[in-house]
């Protein structure tokens, strides 16, 4: 394990009440809860030494977090910019013209899917249903939705996230 | 107009805070709840007829009636709250606006099944909504109605929420419970059921958001008039969450008596489809139950008005009729393209699938590519039967309902639009700029239901 990852103290803290949620010996079931406040606190991502870190605290083996942390989508496991555009395209929202709004993101940012922008700043991630099918088309930001998108309010909300005006959570 | 039980008070500001929940009667169910003993509230959840409001529809009391009680193991209530059916977004709503609601009938709920710690399992993309569950649950643990010795009647509760990491696999109560456990959210075999060997091998009863909230006014009225409200076994209201094609999108409550083109066209609800477009099909239950074209959505197999409820959804089967599902209501207007919308659904499946069944994992990703094909104008003729048989080959063979989620999209999309799909096939060039419109179906719609 990397000796100079470890949570800030409010984080190890909110680990700990989060563990003590479970009974004695099912502190594994920490392991979604801790990996998101992972995830926001070092870089976006998981690395292999922090997935380490997260199941030294819970007393589990790397590999449990491994598989974990690679089964779920809301996990990523490669470096992602400062703002990650998930757009949903699935049913509801591909009726009410997501797949319009993915191609101005594309296009306008010159990235494809899964991509980065070359300055670090998006990410674009298309996602399979979000649950804003009566507000659609929408994307996600951060711990926000924003919904019944418009290619105006597309750019409106990047030219905010360039402004650091966009309020992740 | 319908009436309003789990929504009666959602226009009240401020009514997600525990002040104002408890001045509009909130907490009065659990007052009452907690003086009767745990058998009597079972009766009343029987009496009500409540179904089970996730999509398999089963009835709740008797669900709970399953739960062992092996001497000296906990047993737990878990909500699910892991909302990914496309279409679906009720509980979302629940949550956000009415968390007391849900806090108010998990007390009630618990004390029945003996549970002193209940989870909320949601699903992880709604990230804000934990905040505000947490909230109300500290609020109602402040004002006595949570943690030690509840209401003086010696039975402790605590809620504590858990949120999944983005899976709709982890809708599926097994997979829940694995996710819970900190584990990948791949189905368990059945039997045993979580009634018996649950979370951490415990009793356990799952049950979604819309289901634990009813449990509140079935008590506040009882049982008896809960299931006066309604039609036969469709007894109570219904949260329906309408999207697609439709003027007014958003959740509305039913009492399941109102017919489908009602809910469609009237005002008071989805208020008919933009454009003075016509209605091509319908998904009435969230993506995976079969879809249907407007004529058989709004008739039955009889000729007679289809009704928003269980049974009448589901008249005729999946050959003909649909199902009540979540309530996830999808609208798609002449404009539409079928395949197009089926290719999306089964990239959401292929997508999902948790990879543990062979059928499933395969055939999933087999289903999307021919699909993705068929739309680009690359198919073959031969491919629709093969996606009948690939989708046969998928259905019933699975762990898990996934299979059969993923399945039954794509066969109702054949059985009723397989013209469609041929015209996609036999035009490759108009393929990705033209629609298949709707005077090519040889059954017209209803006039009652043109614009």
């Not at chain 1, 449990?64 to 929202?93: I, S």
């Not at chain 2, 009723?416 to 179906?441: C, V």
Request: glycine share 10%.
């Amino acid at each position: 394990m990397s000796e100079t990852i470890a949570f800030k103290p409010e984080s190890l803290e909110q680990v700990h009440k989060i563990m003590a949620r479970y009974p004695e010996g099912r502190q594994k079931s920490a392991l979604l809860p801790v990996l998101h406040i992972a995830q926001k606190e070092f870089g976006g991502w998981l690395d292999v030494p922090v997935m380490d870190y997260v199941a030294e605290l819970l007393s589990i083996k790397p590999i449990e977090v491994y598989e974990v942390a690679t089964f779920y989508t809301m996990f990523n496991m490669k470096p992602v910019g400062k703002y990650v555009l998930e757009v949903c395209r699935t049913g509801p929202c591909m009726v009410c013209g997501s797949e319009k709004i993915l191609d101005h993101i594309r296009t306008k940012l010159n990235i494809k899917d899964g991509q980065t922008t070359e300055d670090g700043m998006f990410t674009l991630k298309p996602a399979e249903c979000l649950g804003a099918c009566g507000y659609a088309p929408m994307l996600q930001l951060g711990k926000f939705f924003h919904e019944n998108l418009t290619i105006e309010k597309v750019d409106e909300i990047l030219d905010l996230c360039r402004e650091g005006q966009i309020d992740l959570g | 107009m319908s009436k309003k039980l789990l929504l009666k008070d959602a226009h009240v500001e401020g009514i997600r805070y525990f002040e104002t929940y408890r001045k509009q009667g909130g907490y009065g169910a659990a007052e009452k709840a907690l003086k009767m003993t745990a058998e009597e509230i079972l009766e009343e959840v029987k009496a009500s007829g409540l179904r089970g409001r996730g999509g398999a529809g089963f009835p709740t009391g008797m669900k709970w009636s399953f739960l062992a009680k092996p001497e000296g193991v906990p047993r737990h209530l878990v909500v699910n709250a892991d909302e990914s059916e496309p279409g679906t977004f009720k509980d979302r709503y629940l949550m956000e606006f009415l968390p007391h609601l849900l806090i108010e009938g998990m007390l009630i709920s618990s004390f029945v099944l003996g549970s002193n710690v209940s989870y909320i399992y949601i699903r992880g993309e709604y990230s804000w909504i934990p905040d505000i569950l947490e909230e109300a649950i500290e609020e109602a643990k402040a004002a006595g109605f949570l943690g030690k010795n509840i209401l003086g009647t010696g039975f402790d509760c605590e809620i504590y929420v858990q949120r999944g990491g983005g899976a709709y696999i982890c809708g599926e109560e097994t997979a829940l419970l694995e996710s819970l456990e900190g584990k990948r959210g791949n189905p368990r075999l059945k039997p045993p059921f979580p009634a018996v060997k649950g979370l951490w091998e415990r009793p356990t009863v799952v049950n979604n958001v819309e289901s634990i909230a009813a449990i509140v006014p079935i008590i506040d009225i009882t049982g008896a008039e809960y299931a006066k409200i309604g039609v036969g076994r469709s007894t109570g209201t219904k949260l329906i969450s309408a999207c697609g094609n439709i003027n007014k999108p958003g959740v509305y409550e039913i009492d399941m008596t109102i017919t489908v083109e009602e809910f469609i066209y009237s005002d008071e609800y989805c208020g008919g489809i933009p454009n003075g477009k016509k209605l091509k099909a319908c998904i009435p239950g969230g993506s995976s139950v079969p879809i249907v074209p407007a004529n058989l959505l709004l008739k039955t197999v009889n000729g007679e008005p289809r009704y928003m409820n269980y049974e009448s959804l589901a008249d005729g089967g999946f050959a003909t009729g649909t199902m009540m599902g979540s309530g996830g209501f999808i609208v798609l207007d002449e404009d539409q393209c079928i395949v197009e919308h089926t290719m999306t659904l089964a990239r959401f499946y292929n997508h999902e699938s948790c990879g543990q069944c062979t059928p499933c994992r395969e055939g999933t990703g087999w289903m999307y590519k021919i699909l993705k094909k068929i739309e680009k104008g690359e198919g073959k003729m031969e491919d629709i039967d093969l996606l009948w048989d690939i989708q046969r080959k998928i259905e019933g063979n699975t762990i898990c309902p996934l299979g059969d989620a993923a399945a039954w999209p794509v066969a109702a999309a054949i059985r009723h639009f397989r013209d469609e799909f041929e015209w996609h096939i036999k035009n490759p060039e108009l393929s990705q700029t033209q629609n298949y419109g709707l005077a090519n179906y040889a059954d017209p719609i209803p006039a009652a239901a043109s614009n």
